[in-house]
Each structure stands twice: as structure tokens, then as C-alpha cells.
């Protein structure tokens, strides 16, 4: 198609292709790239040669050889092909281990207040949510498909009403002892607290908003403490 734009842009320039063998081919050249340059403005980065010696066009598509530096960062769940696959841990040390993570579930002033006054038709908010983060916590191997099942040493659950926004801080703790850390335990410890206190208190409204769900801080394992912003 290409070809068939040049020539009909430069219809005496199929002379150059149909002329005899004694013709200066290099010649030719030169003078179909000029007159491709006043055609089209300039000539492309890598169009015909400019001299004989340098007449064949590889026209096979560059496909890039450049790969992905795995050093610069590293998926521990997905494989050498990119599926989907559980870690495993079964070269990694024992050590302690623990999490903390925390979410906010803004409630509104009328629904708080109802729960300040534990007078939600459902029963004590706090209390429930506080029961289902924990257990949810010893589920999360069968919540989120390629966590380990752990021994859970340890599992805290915490709610706290503030008056001054109409919401509920929600902490969770989680710990063990063992070669995998329990980040996800603390996490859906209080995803699940917060979406109970949801389910306790929508009766009364629908415009509840669980937000900043978040891991606060961790420790042990190979990567060592980490904590929100530091």
C-alpha cells in the first residue's frame, strides 16, 4: 500500500524499477528519495538506502527483547508465567509475628447516637462486631484463596466510638508464631468487624461508610518492622 502511494505520487519514478540493468541503481536511489522527501516533507528514519551498499530493507516486524526487571520488585504469588500460586514457605525460619490494622466506619449522627445508647434493634453493635472480627481472623485461609492456614497465637479486637465525627475506630491485633506473617489475619479481622457493624446498624440507615482500611504496623520475618508512614 505504501509502494502504491509513492508511485502514484510519483508517477515517473517507475522508470527507476523498469529500467534497464546498466542504469546507476544507486543513482535511482538518490533520486526516489528525493522525490519522496518532496513529497511527504522528510524521509522516514529508516526509508531506502542512499547508495547501493546499502539497498536491502528488512521489512520483518522488531519485536522487543527487553524484559521485566523481576529485581525491581517481586510478586510472591504469581509464578514464573504469571499464574496464580501459593508461596511456599517452607524454607523460611520460625519467628514471632504479629500485625495491627484498623479501619473507620462512619456512621452519621443519628445512627451513632443510637449505638452510643446500645438501642439498635439488633442488639449491642460493639459487642457483635467485636465477636466477628476475631473469628474472622481464624478464617481468613478460607476467605482469601492462596493465604496460608496458621496457628494464630493471638487476636484482638477493638472498637471505639468518636463523638466528634460520628464514627467507629476499629483496631484489629493478630500474632503467631510461624513462617508466614499475619498482615491479612489483622486486615480481615477489622474488613469483617466493619462490614458487621454495617450489618447491625443498616436498619436505621444505608449511608454508612467503612473506610481506611489499612495495615498499621507489622513485625517479624524476613522483611523485618514496618509501620504506616515511616
Known sequence: MFLRRIVAACPHSKRMFSSSG???????????NKEMESVFGEL???????????????????????????SSFELTHTGNSGEAQMVDVSPKESSKR????NC???????????VMANQMAK??????????????????SNLIPLCHNIT?????????????????????EAASTGKTGVEMEAM??????????????????????????????????????WSWGQ
Open 22 to 32: 546498466s542504469q546507476d541503481f544507486a543513482s535511482a536511489i538518490q533520486e526516489l
Open 44 to 70: 522516514p528514519p529508516d526509508g531506502l538506502a542512499s547508495s547501493g551498499d546499502n539497498i536491502i530493507v528488512n521489512e520483518e516486524p522488531r519485536l522487543s527483547s527487553q524484559k521485566i526487571d523481576k
Open 98 to 101: 504479629t500485625a495491627v490494622a
Open 104 to 114: 473507620k466506619v462512619i456512621l452519621g449522627k443519628r445512627v451513632f447516637d443510637l
Open 123 to 140: 442488639g449491642d453493635v460493639l459487642t457483635v462486631a467485636k465477636i466477628a472480627g476475631i473469628t474472622a481472623a481464624k478464617q481468613t
Open 152 to 172: 494464630l497465637t493471638h487476636v484482638q479486637v477493638d472498637l471505639r466510638l468518636n463523638p466528634e465525627d460520628s464514627s467507629v475506630t476499629i483496631e484489629g
Open 188 to 225: 480481615t479481622a477489622v474488613s469483617v468487624a466493619g462490614l458487621t457493624v454495617y450489618d447491625m446498624c443498616k436498619a436505621a440507615s444505608k449511608d454508612i461508610v467503612i473506610t481506611d482500611i489499612r495495615l498499621r504496623h507489622k513485625c517479624g520475618g524476613k522483611s523485618g518492622d
